[in-house]
């Protein structure tokens, strides 16, 4: 009747009696039962339904029959000879697998991804230094409409004239800052007992070439224009630009002034013509009129400020000498070219200015406020202890004659060139930062008391406007011995 194997005789007694119960109709009709064959043909007619067993194909009269007769084959353990018995344990398995498989790669995918955003903000990305971050942001000028082709390439050439002669263009720098300050503190803010100066200091803020990854070169800027100004460091610095200049460079520059002059007359004739201000921007920068140059990186003039490409050359220079290995294994020796970012060891190890500094480290916030009391409280006394020695009674303005103090802090690098002690004895820090504007600084510089106020508000940081977990402060303190 079917192929189904019981294990018990009960079982296959009641299996079979199902099986008549469900026949006898067929059998009745066959005998000639005519009452009960037109009783369920008249059944079948109206729409009567069968129902098939799925594992061996018996066809049971309603839902009930069939149920029983698929719980004898499951209590039987026969629904299993349909499949293949370890098919569904191949199946859990290849689908673990793909799984695993697809979760690495989307690690892998995700750690790649990681490290390319780190090395976009550290700048060793090889997308270029500062030539190539200035040139990209001028190609932008002229794409939009805002510079002419013309323009471009002449500052393009003025660009790379600077870099060849290694000296800062000033074109970033703001000076008296410093004087304007002291006048400022003679006349207003009666709110302080004390202010403490650092010794002048030009502001250097960041161009086009350096925004978002040069505020530790401007910072080094910053902290060589009061050196210079200083006799104790003046013959130091001078004796240490003689002897990078002997190191080679290679820059793409201009020969002559007179292959300058020869170029660009062809450069406006060209303009000139129709068919060449027909020309997409894209099209003209691929003229290429700079020449390649190799020679010996120039003496800095006395008193000059080195450009962000020669700081990284003085870097690099150092690291040949042995200085700082670490930090030359981190950079992989390499800076130049690059827009990687700096910090307080690079100030302090790796520009062999034969000057003695240290670095202060003020790891974790010493107050519930996660403010940093002792950094404020240390900044007072480096400012302070030169004017404080046998004074009776110290001016409340003082401009000393301290180098400013270079802070560092998780992504950026500011100047520290003055503090305030106000009269509930709460300090106050004064910075320049490389990221405002000139236009922001000169403020200081205005005759209007209330513009030169808003600008040294701006300035003033009080210990809650520092609440980075972490801060490293670079300490000029003297000359090394030859």
């Known amino acids: 009747m079917c192929a189904l194997v019981c294990t018990d ?60 007769h698929v719980e004898l084959h499951l209590d039987n353990g026969t629904a299993t000879s349909a499949v293949s018995p370890g098919s569904d344990l191949r199946l859990a398995r290849r689908l673990q697998e793909e799984e695993k498989q697809r979760r690495k790669e989307q690690g892998a995918k995700q750690e790649t991804e990681e490290f390319k955003k780190l090395q976009r903000q550290f700048g060793v990305d090889g997308r270029g230094g500062y030539r190539k971050q200035m040139e990209r942001t001028m190609e932008k000028a002229v794409s939009r409409g805002v510079m002419v082709p013309a323009d471009f390439h002449n500052k393009r050439a003025e660009m790379m004239e600077a870099l060849a002669s290694g000296v800062d263009d000033g074109r970033t720098r703001t000076q008296g800052v410093l004087d304007a300050l ?51 460091y003046t013959t130091c610095l001078t004796e240490t630009h ?23 007359k062809q450069l406006n004739a ?33 008193g000059s400020v ?61 107050d519930p406020g996660d403010t940093h009391p002792r950094l404020f409280d240390w900044v007072k006394q480096y400012f302070s202890q030169t004017v404080t020695r046998g004074a009776r009674l110290p001016p409340r303005v003082v401009q000393t004659t301290q180098p400013p103090l270079y802070l560092q ?46 600008a040294v508000h ?3 940081k009080f210990p809650g406007k520092l609440k980075h977990r972490q801060y490293q402060v670079v300490a000029v303190e003297g000359v090394l011995s030859p």
């Open 458 to 460: 701006r300035m003033t």
């Open 306 to 366: 080195p450009s962000i490409p020669r700081v990284q050359v003085l870097i690099e220079g150092a690291w040949r000498e042995g200085l700082d290995p670490q930090g030359a294994t981190h950079f992989n020796q390499r800076l130049q070219g690059t827009r990687a970012w700096i910090g307080a060891t690079e100030m302090d190890r790796s520009t062999s200015l034969r000057v003695s500094a240290r670095v202060l480290d003020f790891h974790q916030p010493m």
């Open 182 to 232: 002291y006048v400022y503190y003679q006349r207003e803010a009666r709110d302080c007992v004390h202010v403490w100066l650092s010794a002048d200091t030009d502001h250097y803020c960041s161009s086009e070439g350096d925004k978002g990854w040069g505020c530790g070169y401007r910072n080094f800027q910053m902290l060589l224009s009061s050196l210079q100004r200083m006799e104790p």
């Open 242 to 264: 003689s002897k990078t200049s002997h190191s080679t460079i290679v820059y793409h520059s201009f020969k002559a002034s007179s292959c300058l002059d020869r170029l660009m």
């Open 9 to 68: 005789a009960f079982i296959l007694q009641e299996h079979v009696e199902l099986l008549l119960l469900e026949e006898s109709p067929a059998e009745e009709a066959v005998l000639g039962a005519t009452s009960s064959t037109e009783a369920a043909s008249s059944s079948n007619s109206s729409g009567g339904k069968s129902y098939e067993c799925p594992l061996c194909s018996l066809v049971c009269g309603d839902c009930y029959s069939l149920q029983e």
């Open 270 to 302: 060209a303009l000139s013509k129709s068919i060449f201000t027909m020309l997409s921007p894209k099209l003209t920068f691929s003229l290429k009129y700079s020449i390649m140059a190799s020679f010996p990186c120039p003496l800095l003039p006395e």
């Open 409 to 454: 802090h998780q992504g950026h690098s500011r100047s520290i060139v003055g503090v305030e002690q106000k009269k509930n004895g709460s300090l106050c820090l004064l910075l320049l930062d490389p990221g405002c504007s000139p236009g922001d600084v000169r403020k200081l510089l205005s005759q209007d008391g209330s513009t030169v106020s808003t």
